[in-house]
C-alpha cells in the first residue's frame, strides 16, 4: 500500500487528489510544517531535504519530489500520456511547475532561504509576488480553450490547482485569470477534491 506525506496547503495536495481520486486504499500521513515535523531524524532518514511530498511505495522505499510521484502515480492510475511526445510535454510542464512557479511563491513565504539579511526581506517577498502572478498568468493561458492541461485530465491538472489555491492565499486578483478559474471550477466539481480540500481545511 502507498502512503502520502503531507502537508495541508502545501503542494503535496497535488498527490492527495490523485490518491483520492484513485480508489485505491493509501494511508495519509499528515505533517504538521509549522511545528517542524518534516524535519525530525526519521523523516530526514526518509527524505533528507525535509519536505513534503513524500511517497512510501508499496516495497516501503521512499520517493521524494513532485516531478518524479506525479508522473508515478500518473502512470499507477491512468492519469499519464502514454504516447511519447505527450509524455515530454507533460514533463515539460511538471518541470515548469517544480522549478518557476513553485519557487516564486516560495521567495513570499520562506524569503530566510534566500538571504540571511532580513532587512531585504520584503524585496524578495515583493519580487517573489510579482515573479509568482506573472507565472499564473501564464498558466491561465495554457488553460485557454481547453479543459485539461493535456488531451485528457491528468495528474498536471491537480499540481495546477494547488498553485491556484496559493494565489488565493496570497490575496492576488485570480478571478481576473478566467481560463484559471475555469480549471478551478472544474476540480471543485470532483467529489475527491472536496473531501481534500475538507480534510486539508483549505478555502478557494
Ligand atoms: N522540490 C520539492 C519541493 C517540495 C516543497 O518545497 N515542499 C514544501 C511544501 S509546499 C515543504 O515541504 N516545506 C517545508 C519546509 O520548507 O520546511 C517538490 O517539488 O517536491
Not at 32 to 54: F, I
Not at 65 to 89: Q, S
Not at 161 to 184: D, H, S
Amino acid at each position: 500500500m502507498l502512503t502520502l506525506y503531507y502537508g495541508p496547503g502545501a503542494c503535496s495536495m497535488a498527490s492527495h487528489i490523485v490518491l483520492e481520486e484513485s480508489g485505491e486504499k493509501y494511508e495519509p500521513r499528515r505533517m504538521d510544517l509549522a511545528k517542524g515535523e518534516q524535519r525530525t531524524e526519521a523523516y530526514l532518514k526518509m527524505n533528507p531535504q525535509g519536505r513534503v511530498p513524500l511517497l512510501q511505495l508499496d516495497n516501503g522505499e521512499p520517493l521524494a519530489e513532485n516531478t518524479a510521484i506525479l508522473p508515478y502515480l500518473g502512470k499507477r492510475f491512468g492519469l499519464w500520456p502514454k504516447d511519447g511526445t505527450a509524455e515530454a510535454k507533460a514533463l515539460s510542464t511538471i518541470g515548469f511547475f517544480a522549478a518557476s512557479v513553485h519557487p516564486a511563491h516560495a521567495h513570499v513565504g520562506r524569503p530566510e532561504r534566500y538571504t540571511a539579511d532580513q532587512s531585504a526581506f520584503p524585496g524578495i517577498k515583493e519580487q517573489g509576488l510579482k515573479t509568482f502572478h506573472g507565472h499564473l498568468k501564464q498558466i491561465d493561458g495554457m488553460y485557454a480553450g481547453r479543459e485539461w492541461l493535456g488531451d485528457g485530465y491528468s495528474v498536471l491538472d491537480p499540481y495546477a490547482f494547488v498553485f491556484y489555491t496559493w494565489g488565493v492565499r496570497r490575496e492576488l486578483p485570480m478571478g481576473e485569470l478566467k481560463n484559471y478559474t475555469a480549471l478551478k471550477d472544474r476540480m471543485l466539481k470532483r467529489p475527491a477534491v472536496g473531501r481534500v480540500l475538507e480534510d486539508e481545511k483549505i478555502k478557494v
